[in-house]
Structure formats: structure tokens, C-alpha cells
Nanobody, 121 residues
């Protein structure tokens, strides 16, 4: 079993910054990709950013140039630096990880419990 624990959410004014963290623990042989998703009230969950083990990243168009995703492979920890926040960034942010728990080449998809980010205008 693998656990993902997010932290760093909160209330911030428009134009401000927050840094989210996601620590993965448990039965981990390797982590393929990690990512951040968000879900606003009444909307579907959407991709924010992803990063694969080699370091390549992808971003939603809405956050390009404002958000930066990174990971510390030695700590199995994922980060999301969010700058120039806008009210429309308000959502619950979820961490996702595709994990290989053993030397067997089988991967499992895990989600964190989510952390609330609220941006006031």
C-alpha cells in the first residue's frame, strides 16, 4: 500500500503564492510519474501538471508560466510552486502517483486526500 499526503494549501489573496507538497510513503520500488490535479466545486477534476521520473513536465495551459512542478526522488516528494494565483485557481488540489511497488513491472495509480486552495479577489 502507498500513501500520498498533501500539505501546503490555504487561503491567499490574488497575486499571491503557495507551495504544495506531496509525500509518498509505503511500498515503493519506484515512482513513474507524479502529478497534480484539481477539482473546483461543480466541475470535473482536471490536470494541473505532471512530471515523469526523467524530469519532463507538462502543464495545463491555464497555469503555464505561473506554476512549477518538481520532485525530489530521494524523498519521494512532489511539489507545486504556485505564483500569481488567481481566484479561478480555487479548488481542491490532489496529488497523483503511478507507483511500482516491487521489482515486478506492475504499476498502480494512487491519489492523495486533497488539499484546499482558496484564492480571494
Amino acid at each position: 500500500q502507498v500513501h500520498l499526503v498533501e500539505s501546503g494549501g490555504g487561503l491567499v489573496q490574488a497575486g499571491g503564492s503557495l507551495r504544495l507538497s506531496c509525500a509518498a510513503s509505503g511500498s515503493i520500488f519506484s515512482i513513474n510519474s507524479m502529478g497534480w490535479y484539481r477539482q473546483a466545486p461543480g466541475k470535473q477534476r482536471e490536470l494541473v501538471a505532471t512530471i515523469i521520473s526523467g524530469g519532463s513536465t507538462t502543464y495545463a495551459d491555464s497555469v503555464k508560466g505561473r506554476f512549477t512542478i518538481s520532485r525530489d526522488n530521494t524523498k519521494n516528494t512532489l511539489y507545486l510552486q504556485m505564483n500569481s494565483l488567481k481566484p479561478e485557481d480555487t479548488a481542491v488540489y490532489y496529488c497523483n502517483a503511478v507507483v511500482r511497488p516491487s521489482s515486478v513491472a506492475i504499476f498502480y495509480n494512487y491519489w492523495g486526500q486533497g488539499t484546499q486552495v482558496t484564492v480571494s479577489s
